[in-house]
């Protein structure tokens, strides 16, 4: 087995969208995307309660790739134009392929609104190739028990295998590319070796903790939290300093152009204004103000 050489090491930044302030490791001034992902936001920790709800995001379209979320803590209401309403609850995992388009809606749910809590998650963009941009959309929400998990031998460390397989452990969600995601719980001292698919392109991002990496890279929050890989190997290693909280990713790249507006991510500027054009027209749906 080799490990992985490190290719970038990336800071997870706060950037400011709209009244939201949010981490965005993908992409940055030094990383464009990383194919096929195209968007990390990490939003959260928020105290939410009835006096400060800023993370209500009404009905918005997408088209031309797959929005992800990865529910950390708290609560939130899915509602899309296929007719899908669901809670989605900590540990859970909403995968959304947006295809030729859909609209949805999220924010917290009134319930966790009126008792107040804390709401963290990630959401990832998954491009799409051009020859399934324009797929009939989907929607798959897995909850946190349903998962299958793989343990080190010390049980230190816990991986919820989200999408694709591990050690023999497969994924539930139905994926439209090649693709792993992992979500990985550490303790103190936890160690373990992670295989890697030499075909995909990895990342491994830190939400929490203090991680070394092929004993040889520290991943610190507030100071360095992403790592993307070099396809040169087949594993990498974990040991967490302090209890720690990563995600892993990995895809076949595309080696596509990727032309981005907004909620559209298509291969050209013409793509791109046909979705604009067909979201005027109500040609992806409709869904009403809750």
Known sequence: MKQNTIKTIGRSDFVNMGPIKLRQPIPTQHIDMIDPFVLLHHYGPYAIDERNNPFDLGPHPHRGFEPITFLVQG???????????????????QWTTA??????????TKTFVEKGGTLEGIQLWLNLPAEKKMIQPNYQHVKKDEFN???????????????????????????????NVYMIDVEAGG?????????????????????????????????NQLIEFNQDGNQFSIEAKAESKLLFLSGKPFHEKVTTYGPYVMNTQTEIMEAMRDYQMGKMGFLPNS
């Open 149 to 179: 998990l793989v343990f080190s031998e010390d049980k230190k460390v816990s991986i919820q295998v989200i999408a694709g397989s591990l050690e023999g452990k497969n994924g539930k969600i139905a994926t439209q590319t090649p693709v």
């Open 191 to 223: 160690k373990h070796h992670i295989k890697i698919d030499n075909e995909h392109q990895p990342v491994l991002y830190l939400l929490s903790g203090n991680v070394k990496v092929n004993n040889e890279v520290d991943l610190i929050q507030n100071k």
């Open 99 to 108: 295809g030729r388009g859909i609209i949805h809606a999220e924010r917290p």
């Open 75 to 93: 609560e939130q209401l899915h509602r899309d134009s296929l007719g899908h309403e669901s809670v989605v609850k900590a540990g859970d995992v």
